[in-house]
């Protein structure tokens, strides 16, 4: 009873934890995993150097490679690392399929419930304190989850006032989101809009 008690015991384990290497394989990636993971060790996931397939379009790690990204700038600056929040990812992740679904790029939406980010905010529960957001309208041609995250990442550093709000320290909590679309003309590219949502409290 007790060998067969061990054996049920690991097989429960191997179901909820990563592999022994600590590698996480596409479609695995939760907000669970934010708990074990910090920008080195996620940025050091082979997963993330696979090439995206538009047809099975792992979002859930796009948004963790840019929320470790946009992390590691934080650390370059010497500032702390950006706690993940469930709330704001459901925001940008909302906002960004709006954006690619509608036919939109803004941070004023068309949809009249979610038209501002105070609005989307409002409706994943965060009302107050500091609240900030980045949108991105980018392509690359048979991009990584990395080389598409790290040009996403890298085109806000560039832009002072999205620069800025990934600097801010009055900013605590981020949540990341990306949808793809699809632009006539230039099917040889990946597009995303892309969304950063920040705030001071929850």
């Not at 790690?61 to 993940?84: D, G, I, K, S, V």
């Amino acid at each position: 009873m007790t060998q067969r008690f061990l054996f049920l015991l690991i097989g429960l384990l191997l179901l909820v934890m990563p592999s022994a290497s600590g590698q996480v394989s596409l479609h695995e990636w939760t907000s669970a995993h934010c708990d074990r993971f910090d920008a080195e060790s996620f940025l050091a996931l082979a997963v993330i150097q696979e090439k995206i397939n538009a047809t099975d379009f792992d979002v859930d790690l796009l948004a963790a490679t840019l929320f470790y990204l946009t992390n590691q700038e934080r650390e370059r600056a010497n500032l702390p690392p950006f706690e993940f929040s469930d709330q704001l990812f459901e925001a940008a992740l909302g906002h960004s399929q709006d954006m690619s679904r509608m036919h939109f790029y803004s941070h004023v939406s068309v949809h009249p419930p979610k038209k501002t980010m105070s609005m989307r905010l409002a409706l994943v529960g965060i009302d107050g304190g500091y609240r900030a957001e980045n949108i991105y309208d980018f392509f690359q041609e048979a991009p990584t989850y990395y080389s598409l995250g790290e040009g996403l990442v890298q085109g806000w550093m560039e832009s002072p006032g999205h620069r800025a709000n990934i600097l801010n320290p009055k900013l605590r909590y981020l949540g990341c989101g990306a949808f793809p679309y699809r632009n006539p003309g230039w099917e040889d590219y990946f597009w995303v809009k892309a969304t950063q949502n920040f705030c001071s409290d929850l």
